[in-house]
């Protein structure tokens, strides 16, 4: 049974970077056609795609967030992260990690369907 | 990108009835690639259907799911108490993937 749990710093100062990692356990990340993906909500709001990564490493994103997202594996570690750069208060949200299979994935620019999700974790950002 | 507009933004009905949720795309969702996810208080979403009618693995038979194109409807034929919550529809053909607003379904 694979599961994710989030981790990272709770609060980021205005202008900095998030960095959050996700660490999968009861299966490897590393497993041929496997996708794993990042989806943030800001409080009391919806849900919002942020980005996907391919067991190879290709990375999907958001347009709308593309030039300050960096999403990465790390095989050794059975980890993938996120990294936001340059952030403002509208980053403030919490953050899930989560797996699309290959299955539900029929375009990765779109990110794909989530059938496992960690619990998340709330990031804010403020000085 | 594809906007979904979901109707309505809260559903108030009893345990026992039956609950109708509709969520509407901008443009037609290609091959049907819409789903639906039940999220509680301080929980992740959960997904309930892909597809836009296939059910997830463990999801109960009360909960369906229909449509295409442009319109999807998400329907739960007895409201359990545990059913109560909000509701997200979710395109993942188009990029970007986008999810619809939320429904609340609550207590009435």
């Known amino acids: 049974q694979v599961q994710l749990q989030e981790s990272g710093p709770g609060l980021v100062k205005p202008s900095e970077t998030l960095s959050l990692t996700c660490t999968v356990s009861g299966g490897s990340i590393s497993i041929i056609s496997y996708y794993w993906g990042w989806i943030r909500q800001p409080p009391g709001k919806g849900l919002e795609w942020i980005g996907t990564i391919y067991h190879t490493g290709s990375t999907y994103l958001n347009p709308s967030l593309k030039s300050r997202v960096t999403i990465s594996l790390d095989t050794s570690n059975n980890q993938f992260s996120l990294r936001l750069h340059s952030v403002t208060a509208a980053d403030t949200a919490v953050y899930y990690c989560?797996?699309?299979?290959?299955?539900?994935?029929?375009?990765?620019?779109?990110?794909?369907?989530?059938?496992?999700w960690g619990q998340g974790t709330m990031v804010t950002v403020s000085s | 990108e594809i906007v979904l507009t979901q109707s309505p933004g809260t559903l108030s009905l009893s345990p026992g009835e039956r609950a109708t949720l509709s969520c509407r795309a901008s443009?037609?969702?290609?091959?049907?690639?819409l789903a639906w996810y039940q999220q509680k208080p301080g929980q992740a979403p959960r997904l309930l259907i892909y597809?836009?009618?296939s059910r997830a693995t463990g999801i109960p038979d009360r909960f369906s799911g229909s449509g295409s194109g442009t319109d999807f409807t998400l329907t739960i034929s007895r409201l359990e108490p545990e059913d109560f919550a909000v509701y997200y529809c979710?395109?993942?053909?188009?990029?970007?993937?986008?999810f619809g607003q939320g429904t609340k379904v609550e207590i009435k």
């Open positions: 597809g836009a009618s």
């Open positions: 989560a797996r699309p299979p290959s299955v539900l994935v029929p375009a990765p620019g779109a990110g794909g369907a989530f059938d496992i």
């Open positions: 443009q037609s969702v290609s091959n049907s690639h």
């Open positions: 979710q395109q993942y053909r188009s990029s970007p993937g986008t």
